[in-house]
């Protein structure tokens, strides 16, 4: 477990979600290069944030799950000066991300301590398929770490969304054991929030004093009440948020302003 010790300090992470990169960085997708979509993030970023704790990468680093992307995506990130806290999304394999950065970095810890807080990370990705599924051993990860913690305040991360969005097409792919994930969850009342990927949209739900956040990506964005995939017109952005050591959770989202992507809104898959 990575710590960082001071109980009285609040904490400012970013989380940056859903990069879908190439190997090639011509490559675009539905017409947009999440290259420059994620350069112009990192400007953002860069721009809004002065001292960031953490940076929280909730899944689908790359497209095409090859080691150059996963390489370079890690060097864009190390920029900010912050530890990375990475998992996979449905685009993603663990091993072959694992494999593409250096064996002794720590992106992979699935527990991180900042201050009162404590940080999970679950994979929950499903090698082959879009949806995503939370493990016996995720489950059981999960519930180990909630009982022993002395940490007041846990925040939790994966990359699918456990709470329904309205956009039907993805609502298919979402989280598809989300009761295993409640049961777990409702029995620790230190949980203060889940944080996710995968919708490429904003979103914001309560259930049972938990608040659930949804974040968009660093490329195409999902139109959020779709029947069936449809692209919506907003660009790029990443999620900021405060850790606070009274378990207050402050977050917003920023997005790339002044700007026009070459989107294929027209697109009707990716
Ligand atoms: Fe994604």
Same mark, same amino acid.
């Given at each position: 477990?990575?710590?960082?010790?001071?109980?009285?300090?609040s904490?400012?992470?970013?989380?940056v979600t859903?990069t879908?990169?190439?190997?090639?960085t011509s490559?675009?997708?539905?017409?947009?290069?999440?290259e420059e979509?994620?350069?112009?993030?990192?400007e953002?970023?860069?721009?809004?944030?002065?001292?960031i704790?953490?940076?929280?990468?909730t899944?689908d680093?790359?497209?095409d799950?090859?080691?150059?992307?996963y390489?370079?995506?890690?060097?864009?990130?190390?920029?900010?000066?912050?530890?990375?806290?990475?998992?996979p999304?449905?685009?993603?394999?663990?091993k072959?991300m694992?494999?593409?950065?250096?064996?002794?970095?720590?992106?992979?810890? %699935?527990?991180i301590?900042?201050?009162?807080?404590?940080?999970?990370?679950? !994979? !929950?990705?499903?090698?082959?398929?879009?949806?995503g599924f939370?493990?016996?051993?995720e489950?059981?990860?999960?519930e180990?770490?909630? %009982?022993?913690?002395?940490?007041?305040?846990v925040?939790?991360?994966?990359?699918h969304n456990?709470v329904p969005? %309205?956009?039907?097409?993805?609502?298919?792919?979402?989280?598809?054991?989300?009761?295993a994930?409640?049961?777990?969850?409702?029995?620790?009342?230190?949980?203060?929030?889940?944080?996710?990927?995968?919708?490429?949209?904003e979103?914001?739900?309560?259930?049972?004093?938990?608040?659930?956040f949804? !974040?968009?990506?660093?490329?195409?964005?999902?139109?959020p009440?779709?029947e069936?995939f449809?692209?919506?017109?907003?660009?790029?952005?990443?999620?900021?948020?405060?850790?606070?050591?009274?378990?207050?959770?402050?977050?917003g989202?920023?997005?790339?302003?002044?700007?026009?992507?070459?989107?294929?809104?027209?697109?009707?898959?990716?």
């Open positions: 477990m990575q710590r960082l010790i001071s109980k009285n300090k904490f400012r992470l970013v989380q859903d879908h990169l190439y190997a090639d490559h675009v997708l539905v017409g947009m290069n999440c979509g994620l350069l112009d993030v990192m953002l970023i860069r721009k809004k944030e002065k001292v704790a953490g940076v929280l990468l899944g680093a790359s497209q799950n090859s080691a150059v992307s390489r370079r995506l890690h060097t864009t990130l190390a920029t900010l000066g912050a530890r990375q806290h990475w998992i999304g449905n685009h993603d394999e663990l072959a694992q494999k593409a950065l250096d064996p002794g970095n720590r992106c992979f810890d %699935k527990s301590r900042f201050g009162n807080w404590l940080v999970l990370m679950l !994979s !929950s990705n499903v090698v082959g398929a879009v949806h939370l493990k016996k051993a489950l059981e990860f999960l180990e770490q909630l %009982k022993t913690t002395d940490a007041q305040h925040l939790v991360c994966l990359h456990p969005v %309205k956009a039907a097409w993805l609502q298919h792919h979402a989280l598809q054991n989300p009761g994930f409640f049961d777990v969850i409702d029995r620790y009342p230190a949980v203060r929030a889940v944080l996710f990927g995968h919708i490429h949209h979103l914001k739900r309560q259930r049972n004093g938990v608040t659930y949804g !974040s968009p990506s660093t490329c195409i964005q999902f139109h009440t779709s069936d449809a692209l919506e017109h907003r660009n790029p952005g990443y999620r900021w948020l405060e850790l606070h050591p009274d378990g207050q959770l402050r977050t989202v920023h997005r790339v302003r002044n700007k026009t992507y070459a989107v294929d809104f027209s697109g009707i898959g990716y």
